[in-house]
């Protein structure tokens, strides 16, 4: 089975086509090859056009997403794939307002938000069917100085746009760009989607993509890049004014994680009653170093909480996978950016731009923007 899109010549009238003058075009295109159509499932005469609604959503009760707002040519997916987000961005924001944990002015973020790469589509769209109509490369086509056609260089260029990925959202109630400390992690652009890289996960040593601890179920994470907190555990003294450059990480993330998890802190703050401590906004942890160099006793236990079900805490065991059996401790949420036994070595922080003695922290939204 194929599919064809077939330019016809100009002035024709979409109306006015016929199944027999797209299957002779065709023929015409494959010239010397012959080409015989057993049957065909579908077929459609459209003239191309890029179109965009005034408005995408009427008194923040109606909400216009995909073709009902942008049309364009069929090529490069982006009819899916723009309408798929904007369903999605939409969807979130619809589900946290009906869950209670947001109001409905959320729901202005939609318009602010879509309505902006819509008007980017459109534009990106007459510059791809102009070069998808095989003129010549000085007149904005992809023909070259033999008259061949090359459409490699427009799609290379174009793969990272039609993915999705190259999207940035503008300051709103939800994206800060202006108040976020960009230094910090020059590889996550506020406002971009969170890209993925390998990291180790700490309780069990599996080479996982990071992205896959930020399943799409409706919930705010906070990731936190903690540096290398390595030290000897029995020597802490939180209450000291100056620490050793040793201690120092180790200082910094378990007073944050205080903060976080206190009766008064974020996370308390937003938690729904008789939820679980991550229901709402989870906290991921990275930490940099080697792996069998740290104790899991080292790392804040509010880091590692109680979660699920029967809420129970176990005490503690020699046998670590006994320990495992005993308690419901919630130890998926902590990652190393260290080398694994099998698949080598994500270099997370290199790929971040995270310097590991200064550390950041991203705030993940549920449709896992920064």
């Known amino acids: 089975m194929n599919r064809f899109y ?28 012959q080409v015989d ?22 008194a923040n009760r109606v909400f216009l997403t995909g073709d009902a707002c942008h049309t364009h040519s069929p090529k490069a997916g982006q009819g899916m794939n723009v309408s798929l987000q904007d369903g999605y961005n939409i969807g979130w924001k619809i589900a946290s307002i009906l869950k209670g944990q947001t109001g409905p002015e959320l729901l202005k973020t939609y318009v602010i938000e879509r309505q902006r790469i819509a008007e980017i589509l459109i534009n990106w769209d007459k510059v791809w069917a102009k070069q998808m109509a095989s003129m010549g490369k000085d007149a904005g086509g992809v ?39 960009q230094q910090l992690a020059t590889n996550l652009i506020v ?8 990291v180790v996960r700490f309780c069990d040593a599996f080479p996982m993509q990071l992205v896959r601890a930020l399943p799409s179920d409706g919930r705010w994470r906070i990731v936190i890049f903690a540096g290398d907190i390595r030290q000897d555990a029995a020597s802490r003294k939180l209450n000291q004014v100056s620490y050793a450059s ?38 991921i942890v990275v930490l940099f170093g080697e792996r069998l160099k740290i104790d899991q006793e080292q790392i804040p236990q509010c880091f590692w909480p109680v979660t699920g079900k029967w809420q129970m805490r176990g005490r503690a065991n020699p046998d670590y996978l006994l320990s495992l059996l005993t308690t419901r401790l919630d130890l998926h949420k902590i990652y190393i950016d260290d080398e694994s036994y099998h698949g080598g070595h994500g270099h997370a922080y290199d790929f971040y731009g995270v310097h590991p003695e200064k550390g950041t922290i991203a705030i993940i939204r549920p449709d896992n923007c920064k």
């Open 6 to 33: 077939i330019e016809l010549p100009h002035g024709t009238v979409a109306k006015k086509v016929k199944l027999e003058d797209l299957q002779a075009a065709t023929r015409q295109i494959f010239r010397p090859y």
């Open 143 to 181: 023909l070259d100085a033999d008259g061949n056609i090359d459409f490699s260089e427009i799609f290379v260029k174009a793969e990272a746009f039609t993915a999705g990925l190259t999207v940035i959202y503008d300051d709103s109630s939800i994206t800060r760009a202006k108040g976020s400390s």
């Open 37 to 58: 159509f057993a049957d065909t499932f579908w077929w459609s005469a459209y003239s191309i056009g890029q179109r965009l609604a005034d408005h995408f959503s009427k």
């Open 191 to 198: 406002g971009m989607r969170f890209p993925s890289i390998q």
């Open 246 to 283: 040793d201690q120092l990480a180790y200082v910094l993330i378990y007073q944050l994680g205080e903060y976080l998890f206190s009766d008064g802190g974020l996370i308390q703050k937003h938690l729904p009653p008789g939820s679980d401590i991550d229901s709402f906004i989870e906290v």
